[in-house]
């Protein structure tokens, strides 16, 4: 990794974009992942660089579908993998939850190594590999596992493409994505769109389940109930219109 000095005043930002490079050059991380990192850089530029308030909340709600869930899943790709391993499988162990690796641009040698990458971090198991299942799309994105994704009640997908967001609400599967563009087919199309850094939301969220698995079942369900989404939404643009707003006046 490249020596960035830590008092640079960027160098949150410029170290999660060296991870995403190196995870290009460990083969977990396709080149188009590259792309999308520079698309999320621009929104969190818009959003301060912070956890809004509003995604905060929905960075609970998800901790608490995940925990009401019979068959939850957390499913990671090459950014999420390259970007946040040792959160992934952190988040994994406090809540119980599986991870499975699902790649749009799939491949098994991409696919086993991001598993073995996370097995480096601690996790024990990571489904994936078995790919017995398909999703209603074309693309390799599809394939899922029938014990996983297949089967599952609720899913959080960081960084997810839009079809599939939508594939997954279509078989009734409630979705949590994090996403920092509001404005995208998948901030739009899940139940749950947490706008926020996946650096960041990881963290809350871990920070989130130690408490919260105390919490009995009406008390999640309450939380989820009140939930709505595209107040979420709204909030996360008007923060960005705020943003400019503040910037164009100085
Ligand atoms: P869609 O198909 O949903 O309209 P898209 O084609 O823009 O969206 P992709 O390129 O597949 O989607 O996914 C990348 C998404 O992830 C983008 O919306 C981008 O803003 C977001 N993103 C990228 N990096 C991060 C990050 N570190 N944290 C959170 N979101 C991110």
Redo the contacts with the bound molecule.
């Keep these: 990794m490249s020596d960035i000095p830590k008092d640079h005043p960027r160098y949150v930002s410029l170290m999660?974009r060296e991870k995403i490079v190196e995870g290009v050059e460990l083969g977990i991380t396709s080149q188009?992942g590259l792309?999308?990192?520079?698309?999320?850089?621009?929104?969190?530029y818009l959003t301060g660089e912070q956890t809004t308030d509003s995604a905060l909340i929905a960075e609970k709600v998800g901790v608490a579908m995940l925990l009401l869930a019979e068959r939850p899943v957390l499913s990671v790709n090459g950014?999420a993998a390259a970007?946040v391993p040792d959160s992934l499988v952190k988040l994994s162990e406090v809540t119980g939850v599986p991870l499975e690796v699902n790649l749009?641009h799939r491949s098994e040698e991409r696919v086993n190594r991001i598993i073995n990458h996370l097995k480096d971090h601690g996790a024990l198991e990571v489904l994936g590999s078995k790919a017995d299942a398909r999703l209603a799309l074309q693309h390799s994105r599809a394939i899922v596992d029938s014990e996983g994704i297949y089967n599952a009640d609720v899913v959080l997908v960081?960084?997810?493409?839009?079809?599939r967001?939508q594939a997954l609400v279509g078989m009734g599967k409630s979705v949590i994505t994090?996403?920092?563009?509001p404005?995208?087919?998948?901030?739009?199309?899940a139940n749950v769109t947490i706008v926020?850094?996946?650096?960041r939301?990881m963290d809350n969220m871990i920070d989130l389940s130690y408490g919260m698995k105390e919490l009995d079942e009406a008390e999640l369900r309450k939380l989820v109930e009140e939930y709505d989404n595209s107040r979420t939404l709204s909030d996360a643009v008007r923060q960005m219109i705020r943003k400019l707003e503040e910037l164009s006046d100085t």
């Design positions: 999660t188009q792309v999308a990192q520079g698309r999320g850089e621009c929104f969190d950014n970007l749009f960081p960084l997810e493409d839009g079809d967001c994090i996403d920092l563009n404005l995208s087919r998948t901030s739009r199309t926020d850094n996946v650096v939301a």
